[in-house]
């Protein structure tokens, strides 16, 4: 843990380094795609939408390893929920983002059944009183995303001349470093960040659902941003889709096997219907036009405002 002392240093480091990160790895991953006939979608739902859910892993199996279900659990609904109505609805304002209908049928309808299968889990003790089984279901769903993904890889290449093989390596040394840059950017953003929030007292639930689920987003939301910027509709709305697959299956699925996470008890329950409701409520915003205006950006902005007064203030009301 920084000390406090650091902790401000460390948090403008943090972002320099998401920025820059951001920037290198979205040009290699366009690149990439082009070079190797792939589509810009899929490597980004899986490749980038890793990369960027690394720190959710770092955080929440590192919080689970040491027995703190808080963070763990807290984490990933609030790095899910910030996903969707902060980093598509910034990344909308930099830009609108055009939708193909290919996403809503596919890349969408996955995210919200992943997000529906949680719900279900956490009501049926899966990640918790039967939490090794249902950390097995998870990691199997998540291998059979990965897989199904490298098929439609297969099935989707497009016409391209003779490839390139320095420019390629030259793209993927790019992309490696561009996730390196935002790994550790997040890093210091998160511990920077963390530090802070101790300082002042706040407990440690909150600064998972917020604090910390805003570090851990922070790629995504810089990356989904710098794509929109660069007209690079696909990598911005693949990676929020992505993340929330790898940050639901892969992540929670690894967590359940360490610790129960206490998805059942009926304040995590309320967060993961909110959770679900916000997933309910973007279909529109995808499919309605084919694409996500500005005045859409704003009002999703307006909605995790709602939220994050709910976590400071409203939950109190309730709980």
């Keep these: 843990m920084l000390s406090i002392v650091l902790a401000l240093p460390a948090f403008i480091v943090g972002i320099i380094l998401l920025w820059k990160g951001s920037d290198i790895l979205i040009e290699g991953t366009s690149k990439t795609a082009v070079q190797l006939g792939i589509s810009s979608l899929i490597i980004s739902v899986i490749i980038v939408g890793f990369g960027t859910s690394s720190p959710e892993f770092a955080v929440s199996v590192g919080a689970a390893i040491q027995k703190n279900s808080d963070i763990s659990l807290g984490n990933i609904i609030g790095s899910c929920v910030a996903n969707i109505l902060l980093v598509l609805g910034v990344s909308s304002i930099v830009r609108p983002i055009k939708i ?61 001349g003779k490839i390139d093989f320095g420019k390629t390596q030259k793209n993927i040394i790019f992309m490696i470093l561009g996730i390196v840059g935002v790994i550790v950017g997040a890093w210091l953003l998160i511990n920077s960040s963390i ?109 995790y405002s709602v939220f994050i007064w709910y976590i400071f203030f409203g939950y109190k009301l309730f709980f």
């Design 100 to 160: 193909k209908q290919g996403i809503i049928r596919r890349e969408y309808l996955i995210m919200l059944g992943a997000t529906v299968v949680l719900l279900i889990s956490s009501f049926f003790g899966l990640l918790d009183t039967y939490r090794l089984i249902g950390g097995v279901v998870f990691l199997v769903l998540f291998a059979g995303f990965v897989g199904y993904f490298i098929i439609c890889a297969k099935n989707e290449r497009v016409k391209r």
């Design 195 to 303: 530090t802070i929030a101790e300082y002042l007292g706040i407990s440690t639930f909150i600064i998972a659902l917020s604090m910390v689920a805003v570090g851990t987003s922070i790629p995504e939301l810089v990356v989904s941003s710098m794509a929109a910027y660069k007209h690079e509709s696909d990598i911005a709305v693949g990676n929020v889709l992505g993340s929330n697959v790898f940050n639901i299956l892969l992540i929670l699925g690894f967590a359940a096997l360490f610790i129960p996470l206490n998805a059942d008890i009926p304040e995590s329950m309320a967060h993961l219907w909110i959770l679900l409701a916000i997933t309910l409520i973007m279909f529109p915003l995808l499919y309605t036009g084919q694409s996500i205006s500005r005045r859409e950006g704003v009002f999703m902005l307006a909605i």
